[in-house]
């Protein structure tokens, strides 16, 4: 089956910093990603959506300049956590969409952000 | 406005014990619901796409099935390994995004 991978797998910032988590599909070209948050005991909440070479679309209450996403080529989208905040631990997932698959989405294994 | 509703939240079994996941949902336009399974810390891993009413799938110990306004995930003689926590989800707004459900935590044990 087709293969998102997502790093790091787990990261512990303090607060105030930066985190770039990377979301790639490896074996088949990603023309949308989808970023997701979740937090313990509770579903996936959509963050945001992009398409390649073009601006993410995000989800009413999510902060454009917080959460600077980037879909720079068909295999590889970023997430960037822009100036830390306790409040923003979270496990974040990106999930990855071809066409060519029957419109089924992909899931990376997702990232722990803890921060401190 | 399109909306995924599971029950129960929680679930727990005997192992060999079968039971079913319920997933209600709305939707302007059903263009698949997806089922998937997702283990603590990890992604969710797909299982199953049921596109129209009365079609059903298969695999191993699960059966899902799909009626217009609800899919019911089955579960035959589980094991402790089905452990996990199962994600009903479809697209919403054509094939713009995928909501999920709250998921049906289930445990089973020995």
């Known amino acids: 089956g087709a293969v998102v991978s997502q790093h790091p797998s787990r990261v512990i910032c303090k607060s105030g910093t930066s985190v770039k988590i990377e979301c790639r599909s490896l074996?088949?070209?990603?023309?949308?990603m989808f970023w997701y948050r979740q937090f313990p005991k509770q579903s996936l909440m959509l963050m945001a959506t992009?398409?390649?070479?073009?601006?993410?679309?995000?989800e009413q209450g999510v902060e454009k300049d917080k959460f600077l996403i980037n879909h720079a080529s068909l295999t590889l989208s970023t997430l960037t956590v822009t100036s830390a905040h306790p409040e923003d631990s979270s496990f974040y997932i990106c999930s990855a969409r071809s066409s060519d698959l029957n419109e089924k989405l992909f899931f990376g294994s997702g990232t722990q952000l803890s921060v401190l | 406005e399109d909306q995924v509703t599971q029950s129960p939240e929680a679930l727990r079994l005997q192992e060999g014990e079968s039971s079913s996941l319920n997933c209600s949902y709305t939707v302007s336009g059903l263009r698949g619901l997806f089922w998937y399974r997702q283990d603590p810390g990890k992604g969710p891993e797909f299982l199953f796409t049921l596109y129209s009413a009365g079609e059903e799938k298969e695999k191993e110990r699960l059966k899902a099935t799909l009626t217009k306004k609800e899919s019911f995930l089955h579960i035959t003689a589980p094991k402790p390994e089905d452990s996990a926590t199962y994600l009903c989800?479809?697209?919403?707004?054509?094939?713009?995004?995928?909501?999920f459900g709250a998921g049906t935590r289930l445990a089973v044990h020995p």
């Open positions: 989800a479809l697209f919403s707004g054509g094939y713009n995004k995928l909501i």
């Open positions: 074996d088949f070209q990603a023309t949308t």
């Open positions: 992009s398409n390649e070479g073009s601006k993410a679309t995000y």
